[in-house]
């Protein structure tokens, strides 16, 4: 199937109507469609004040810019607007609603259930993580409802024009998002192909896009700023113990959030000095030596800021149900903010951060890159590699230390 050629700003109302009341028979909510309207009336309005023209993306990106630039630095507003073009693209492309409405998700249709499911937890004893797992269902249901939307009630009735459909919805997105989603394609293609859900395999017709990850330097922290922003908590308050606690835990082991969060009172040995753990994102098991300034500031804050409560998490919140806590980027953000530090508009800033400045001054300090890999808990050596591209002098050192 080709796509559609692209329609003139003349006709985006017509496209629009249409748009708007498959969406109403998907069952998106009021509020959703109310907002999403707004932007389809602003689009309308700019349509009616520039030359007719195509609706492509030199068209779009005008409108964003002219409509929405004053406001980029509002990352809703700006997400809203680009997922309303997005929408509208879409369906002028292919003709179906590519979003969701958040209750229908992870409701897989029938003709879908049994595959899918059996894939997936195929792709679990793979070994995958936990985010990971929660990824790859995201995109199957995405990819389930691209197919229903396309006339194969059954993933049986997938042809191959409606996979080059995908590949073609697919173009806009980044090289990650693609690689990943034609690499999820092209294995259960294969799969329904061998446990008989489709008579042929369809996973050679899908290419191979290179997913060359690493290619941004990490986001880090001078260790000038790494003591400011530990040194802005108020310490004389329980939350202020707890958060200080934390980054602490970021700063000097390297540790990453979601395995901060998930830290329970069993992990930590007070005899040894050591924290051990399986890692949330690698699986693997991890051993770490506690120290003392870590190991003191969890102390205060169980001793004088942890609210009474049974929960097994070292981290709680501290209002009732005192649940486990996981508010470590606005707290980052807050704390940037008191201790004077920029924003770069070009990184992304969060609680990784720490990880990538501990590991940098580790390798500026002379450690070989194997210690500094076990540290950080890798799986593989060359996640830690990446950090060999920030300081060319140190490349030439470790190129001598470390063999690789």
């Known amino acids: ?86 929408l509208l693209k879409n369906y002028i492309d292919f003709g179906i609603v590519t979003g969701i409405p958040k209750k229908q998700r992870q409701e897989f249709a029938e003709g879908y259930h049994s595959l899918i499911t059996a894939f997936a937890d195929g792709e679990a004893r793979r070994g995958l993580a936990e985010n990971s797992m929660k990824s790859l269902w995201s995109r199957l249901y995405r990819l389930h409802i691209f197919f229903l939307d396309k006339g194969a009630d059954t993933f049986s009735m997938v042809t191959r024009d409606m996979i080059n459909d995908f590949i073609k919805y697919l173009a806009p997105y980044s090289t990650t998002y693609v690689s990943e989603n034609l690499r999820m394609l092209r294995r259960l293609c294969l799969y329904a192909y061998q446990n008989g859900h489709h008579a042929e395999d369809l996973s050679g017709c899908i290419p191979v896009v290179k997913n060359i990850r690493q290619q941004r330097l ?19 308050n329980p939350m202020g113990k707890r958060n200080y606690a934390i980054f602490l835990l970021a700063a000097r082991m390297g540790l990453r959030s979601c395995d901060i969060k998930a830290l329970e009172f069993s992990f930590i040995n007070w005899t040894e000095k050591t924290i051990s753990f399986e890692q949330k994102k690698t699986k693997k098991y991890l051993t770490l030596p506690l120290p003392d300034d870590v190991g003191w500031a969890i102390i205060d804050y169980l001793k004088n800021g942890r609210p009474i409560s049974d929960s097994k998490y070292v981290f709680i919140q501290h209002k009732p149900p005192y649940g486990q806590y996981t508010d470590l980027r606005n707290v980052l953000v807050k704390q940037m903010r008191k201790a004077g530090i920029e924003t770069p508009s070009d990184k992304r800033i969060g609680m990784h951060c720490f990880r990538h400045s501990l590991a940098t001054a580790m390798l500026e300090n002379g450690v070989p890159l194997p210690v500094i890999s076990q540290t950080l808990g890798h799986a593989d050596i060359a996640s830690t590699e990446v950090y060999l591209r920030i300081n060319i002098s140190q490349l030439r050192l470790c190129a001598l230390e470390v063999e690789l």
Do not use: H
């Open 1 to 86: 199937m080709e796509v559609k050629k692209t329609v003139s700003t003349a006709e985006l109302l017509p496209s629009i109507s249409a748009l708007k009341i498959e969406m109403q028979k998907k069952g998106y909510s009021p509020q959703t469609l109310r907002g999403l309207e707004n932007v389809w009336d602003t689009l309308l309005r700019y349509a009616s004040t520039v030359p007719e023209t195509l609706f492509d993306e030199n068209f779009r990106g005008g409108f964003l810019q002219a409509e929405y630039g004053f406001r980029m630095d509002l990352e809703y507003t700006m997400y809203r607007a680009s997922r309303a073009l997005e």
């Open 218 to 236: 990490p986001a880090v922290f001078t260790e000038d700023e790494t003591e400011k922003i530990l040194s802005s908590f108020d310490r004389e």
